[in-house]
């Protein structure tokens, strides 16, 4: 591969920074939501330990959002092959970084709203069961940012392929 003005050597290096985001924020996000949400469910665990089953939906939500992350992480490297046998172009870099950046700094904001509530819902849930079903939609309101990143990704994703 000649190297030109749109398709530098280095552009392959900004592509894996999307990888990298989509990891890395993804996963900060579904284990900030897993720590916060578990010190809930391990506190009402102690006095209620019938609610802790019915009490891990926060972290099943939490463990989705790195889902989101890993499918752009590994469709982004799909797209990424060697310098001769591949034209890499800038424009595709930095696709792929909008990408990486779109789901996982969703998932960031996924996992800190599920993390949050979760560990706060599943508190008044043992004190109040009719909170139950209240939780568990603005759970599915704080994972479906997450969602929002993924579509967001996927299209951004499409779009670079040509």
Request: some cysteine; proline content about 3%; aromatic content about 8%.
């Given at each position: 591969?000649?190297?030109?003005?749109?398709?530098?050597?280095?552009?392959?290096?900004?592509?894996?920074?999307?990888?990298?985001?989509?990891?890395?924020?993804?996963?900060?996000?579904?284990?900030?939501?897993?720590?916060?949400?578990?010190i809930g469910i391990a506190g009402?665990?102690?006095?209620?330990?019938?609610?802790?089953?019915?009490?891990?939906?926060?972290?099943?939500?939490?463990?989705?959002?790195?889902?989101?992350?890993?499918?752009?992480?590994?469709?982004?490297?799909?797209?990424i092959g060697p310098p001769p046998?591949?034209?890499?172009?800038?424009?595709?870099?930095?696709?792929?970084?909008?990408?990486?950046?779109?789901?996982?700094?969703?998932?960031?904001?996924?996992?800190y709203a599920i993390g949050v509530?979760?560990?706060?819902?599943?508190?008044?849930?043992?004190?109040?069961?009719?909170?139950?079903?209240?939780?568990?939609?603005?759970?599915?309101?704080?994972?479906?940012?997450?969602?929002?990143?993924?579509?967001?990704?996927?299209?951004?994703?499409?779009?670079?392929?040509?």
């Open positions: 591969m000649a190297e030109t003005e749109l398709s530098p050597k280095f552009a392959p290096f900004i592509g894996m920074g999307g990888i990298a985001s989509a990891m890395i924020f993804g996963c900060i996000g579904a284990a900030y939501g897993t720590a916060k949400s578990g009402i665990g102690i006095f209620r330990p019938d609610l802790i089953m019915k009490s891990l939906i926060p972290v099943v939500m939490s463990g989705i959002i790195a889902v989101y992350a890993l499918v752009i992480a590994v469709l982004i490297a799909g797209d046998a591949q034209n890499y172009s800038l424009f595709d870099g930095f696709m792929h970084l909008a990408c990486g950046l779109s789901v996982g700094l969703t998932g960031l904001a996924a996992g509530v979760g560990d706060v819902g599943v508190r008044s849930y043992m004190l109040q069961s009719r909170i139950f079903v209240g939780m568990v939609l603005i759970l599915i309101f704080s994972e479906v940012l997450g969602l929002y990143g993924l579509i967001v990704a996927l299209i951004l994703n499409a779009k670079s392929q040509g």
